[in-house]
């Protein structure tokens, strides 16, 4: 789960990262009740999940009420790289003498944590890294081991950090990292941090993932799940407890299990389709879960055609036709469903769904994942 | 011969007496696997259709023997699971748990590594490991692989996705091709076992003579194994990599297949493969039919 900027600062905060005071706001008085709070001269950000916001004028500067009327006016609403921003966040603006990058990740194929830090922030890290790759360290972390304040120090003397700014970023470091593993982060970046012209260090933006894996251990992220921005169709697949991707394609998928979703993805790409989303149904295929999918794919009108692909492990193929026959019955389709039934006893599974009488126009059968996402994309064009 | 388990794989289940552990459990008992007992803190003494529960895994290896361990118990409480079956030697565990935080298993593998070396974790998040006719343990269907042959050609998998595992398992019975061994080794972040461990010990398990591989996007996994396929395996390959047309940025369902910043990427894993030999199927049927001509070729 990718947090706001604003979030992401409230998050370091409980970790004392030190942030600019400040507040979002959803409209343009809020905006200005929030710049009084933060004292002026204040920074307006659009709050969106997408890099270059300044380029696109999402960023400006404001020294009094009417600028922060001006500014927040044109930024709310605004549509930033198909990104609508709908808060804001105002900040007292701070003095910046220098800018620099720090991030924590796990790298998976060291199966360690990674620092990354260099003394070039304030732009994307990959054109630091394009340019001049010796720029930035690399710095493995043992989990168990943990990160110590004299191997920040050392970390930040072989990125060239200046002197002055050393103790700041070393402690800011330690800080950040545990923010990163107690905070249970996959990602943990600031850029800039940067050195004001008074000494102290301060993270300018804040760009924060959670992995939602240990959600059952942060009740306080329920508030950033109430502001994750999903679509129409997402939203529904949530509340239904479902694995699902919006796509902008007019083939709706079904399948179990993640890797045959993205195969079937895959399949129907091949044959010259497009799909319409991602949905994995996991291990079994019930009448109830196979109900919910096909209310969630039918809720999507670009789609045109419905592609069923199971394969039976431990959900033998019988109990999933006969899943299927029942959601058939209790949703009203709006377009064609191809069944591709496979594996454990796939042919009892087949001829349910023949013996269901459920005419051609609403469902047919199809023996493998190629034929079936051929015709799921010839009733889709 | 076949790799990390056979028939005198001795397995205890940690959570036999939970719902999954119960029903997998059994079922692997029931193909033939030597499950010998189970662990339940607490439910000492008590047994599951004549299997024994012992409050700690050290007092089941006492009891029973066992070598392997099969974790079916929920995300909070595996990775202490894991560790406790390390602590009392078990050599090979199976943690088929979803949903374990990526810091957990960050930290649980490091101290794997630091403290015990001797064991193999195979997942989180994984179907198990089964090697035909003789252990299955976790949750694929036993009746789907097909028996090695004594005298081969014999296939090994390893996979990273579960429904693909059945799949690829499905397409050499069709064309009855025998299954050395059969390893998932899981989607998450931080996988125990990776391919090049399973590719190592296949190229030397002299019953397996060929070996398909079933990828995903994320992650860098793929890649390492076509470096070591390069340097160490002689033994024919087929392979299949889903996730050509995933969006960037979106976790496709198992945590760890995610394209983000141009990395990870099917085709970028494919063409590795590709230099590396490995026949290359854009579909798992393919990749099946891949295989039948290479152990045509090899008969």
């Excluded at chain 2, 999954?20 to 047994?47: E, I, M, S, W």
């Excluded at chain 2, 409480?77 to 960050?106: H, K, N, S, Y």
């Excluded at chain 2, 398909?212 to 793929?222: D, T």
Aim: hydrophobic share 45%.
């Amino acid at each position: 789960m990718d947090l706001f900027e604003y979030q992401g600062k409230q998050y370091f905060a409980k970790y004392n990262i030190p942030v600019s005071a400040g507040g979002v706001a959803l409209t343009v008085e809020e905006a200005v009740v929030e710049a009084e709070k933060a004292l002026y001269p204040v920074v307006v950000k659009a709050q969106v999940q997408v890099g270059g916001r300044g380029k696109a004028g999402g960023i400006k500067l404001a020294t009094n009420a009417d600028e922060v009327r001006l500014h927040a006016g044109n930024i709310l609403g605004m549509d930033i790289k198909g990104h609508v921003v709908k808060r804001v966040w105002i900040e007292h603006a701070s003095d910046i003498a220098e800018e620099y990058y720090a991030s924590f990740t796990l790298d998976r194929a060291a199966k360690q944590h990674l620092l990354m830090l260099s003394a070039q922030g304030g732009v994307e890290i990959e054109d630091v890294a394009a340019k001049d790759p010796t720029a930035i360290v690399k710095l493995h972390i043992n989990p168990i081991v943990g990160l110590p304040l004299a191997t920040a120090r050392q970390a930040c003397i072989d990125a060239k950090i200046p002197e002055k700014a050393l103790d700041g970023v070393a402690d800011m470091l330690v800080k950040l990292y545990e923010c990163f593993t107690k905070g249970d982060c996959d990602l943990a970046e600031i850029n800039p941090l940067i050195l004001k012209p008074t000494g102290e260090v301060h993270a300018l933006d804040a760009k924060v993932s959670l992995d939602s894996n240990a959600a059952f251990r942060h009740p306080e992220w329920e508030e950033y799940a109430a502001t994750e921005e999903l679509d129409a169709r997402e939203q529904l697949a949530r509340e239904k407890n479902l694995q699902y991707i919006g796509l902008d394609g007019t083939v709706g998928i079904i399948a179990n299990g993640a890797g045959l979703a993205m195969s079937t993805l895959d399949v129907v790409n091949q044959v010259g389709g497009s799909a319409a989303n991602f949905l994995d149904i996991g291990g079994g295929a019930n009448a109830e879960l196979m109900t919910a999918a096909l209310e969630v794919i039918n809720s999507d009108a670009k789609v045109k055609s419905i592609f069923i692909n199971i394969f039976g492990g431990i959900t033998r193929g019988e109990e999933v036709a006969k899943g299927i026959v029942e959601a058939v019955k209790r949703v009203t389709l709006r377009a064609p469903i191809v069944i591709r039934l496979d594996g454990t006893n796939a042919e009892e599974g087949r001829k349910i769904l023949a013996e269901a009488g459920i005419p051609d126009s609403q469902l047919t059968s199809r023996p493998t994942m190629l034929e079936a996402a051929r015709a799921a994309v010839a009733l889709a064009k | 011969m076949a790799i990390f388990v056979d028939q005198h794989t001795k397995v205890i289940v940690q959570g036999l007496t939970g719902g999954q552990g119960r029903f997998h459990g059994l079922r692997n008992k029931a193909y033939g696997t030597q499950v010998v007992g189970g662990v339940t803190p607490g439910k000492a003494g008590q047994d599951v259709e004549g299997i024994p529960v012992f409050d700690s895994v050290e007092d089941a290896v006492k009891a029973t023997g066992a070598t392997a361990s099969f974790i079916a118990v929920p995300p909070k409480a595996a990775p202490a699971a894991i560790l406790e079956a390390a602590r009392a030697g078990i050599g090979f565990v199976v943690c088929i748990t979803e949903g374990i935080p990526a810091q957990d298993e960050a930290r649980v593998f490091a101290t794997l590594q630091r403290d015990f070396p001797a064991t193999r974790l195979l997942g989180p998040n994984c179907p198990g490991i089964i090697s035909p006719g003789k252990c299955n343990i976790g949750i694929t269907a036993g009746e789907i692989a097909q028996l090695p042959t004594a005298s081969g050609p014999n296939v090994g998998i390893v996979s990273r996705s579960g429904t693909l595992t059945y799949q690829a398992l499905y397409e050499l019975k069709q064309q009855g091709i025998g299954v050395s061994t059969c390893v998932g080794i899981g989607g998450d972040p931080v996988p125990g076992t990776s391919f090049v461990d399973c590719l190592a010990e296949f190229q030397a398990d002299p019953e397996t003579h060929a070996i398909i591989m079933i990828g995903e996007i994320g992650g860098s996994a793929e890649e390492e194994a076509a470096e070591f396929i390069t340097n160490h395996v002689t033994k024919p390959m087929s392979a299949y990599i889903a996730g050509v047309t995933a969006p960037a940025g979106k976790k496709m369902g198992h945590a760890g297949a995610i394209v983000s910043g141009g990395k990870g990427t099917a085709q970028g894993k494919m063409d590795a493969l590709r230099m590396a030999g490995v026949k290359i199927g854009l579909n798992p049927t393919e990749a099946g039919s891949l295989m039948a001509e290479i152990v045509n070729n090899l008969r």
